[in-house]
């Protein structure tokens, strides 16, 4: 598909790029990162914007930092990078896990974490484990930045609270206390290189006896944004995982989410297998501490 009438600009700096977004962004001018999920949906007809706004030539917007008991995640930063990254793999693994779930090495080296975000589909892989991390956006316009939680990012299906005039500019979260006490599991056609049909994420702070004290779970794919199963959480808090306890919270997921019949998966399939990953990775911190 052809577009004749399709201006793409490369600027080469944030502020020339906001500027741009803020003078066309109501107009339908988009910005483009990696372009996986853009390129796409123009193909589609999803999208026909007048003006693209390529972010590749401004320096500064990837990249992984680590300081201050927080880590730092460029927009632009791709997944490969992520993938690779040392600080991610040791520190925050069920976001490694996660990212290792999406799509092909080639994807992967254009697609982008700020990209994910901002395209808001419910089943992106991404979504579930920064939720259970804690994560933060910043949002950056013309008149300055503003931060807020992944959770509060969504609307709905490819819908975010996102201004016209904001690109998101970096990701944020605290370093686990417990990394290796997560998990990230995804159900998918196929093991590689297929759209998820669900998925759950958990970050757990877990004591020397077994005794949960802290719990995070979020799940994907089952509802219209990602949703954090926050009954689960509170069971689990003072217990230990036990069948009986597993049992409860198998139940207590189907209570939190509300999937959807699709071209994928059925309703019933997503509420039993939601149960049954949340179990399975449950059952992989009886290890933990």
Avoid: W
């Avoid at 003006?51 to 930092?65: F, K, T």
Wanted: charged share 20%.
């Amino acid at each position: 598909m052809g577009y004749p009438n399709l201006e793409v600009l490369m600027p080469e700096t944030l502020e020339e790029a906001l500027g741009l977004l803020e003078a066309h962004g109501h107009d339908g001018a988009r910005v483009m990162a990696g372009g996986t999920d853009l390129l796409v949906n123009m193909n589609s007809g999803a999208y026909r914007p007048a003006m693209v706004i390529a972010l590749d030539r401004i320096a500064g917007m990837d990249g992984i930092e680590m300081s201050d008991g927080k880590i730092r995640v460029g927009g632009r930063t791709t997944f490969d990078t992520i993938l690779r990254s040392d600080e991610i793999r040791v520190h925050a693994p069920v976001l490694h896990s996660a990212v290792r779930n999406i799509g092909s090495p080639q994807i992967r080296s254009r697609a982008t974490i700020g990209g994910n975000i901002s395209n808001a589909s419910p089943c992106a892989d991404s979504l579930p484990a920064l939720c259970v991390l804690g994560a933060s956006v910043t949002l950056t316009c013309c008149q300055g930045k503003r931060t807020l939680p992944i959770e509060d990012c969504f609307r709905g299906p490819k819908e975010t609270v996102f201004h016209a005039n904001e690109i998101l500019t970096g990701i944020e979260f605290p370093i686990p206390g417990q990394p290796e006490c997560g998990f990230y599991l995804a159900m998918g056609q196929r093991n590689a290189v297929a759209i998820t049909k669900l998925s759950v994420a958990g970050q757990f702070e877990i004591e020397e006896d077994g005794t949960v004290q802290d719990a995070k779970i979020a799940f994907g794919a089952v509802a219209p944004t990602v949703v954090r199963g926050l009954a689960v959480e509170e069971y689990l808090k003072g217990r230990r995982i036990t069948p009986e306890v597993l049992e409860e919270c198998a139940a207590l997921a189907i209570e939190a989410t509300k999937p959807i019949t699709d071209i994928r998966s059925t309703e019933e399939y997503r509420h039993t297998v939601t149960a049954l990953l949340l179990n399975r990775g449950l059952e992989s911190l009886v290890k933990c501490p």
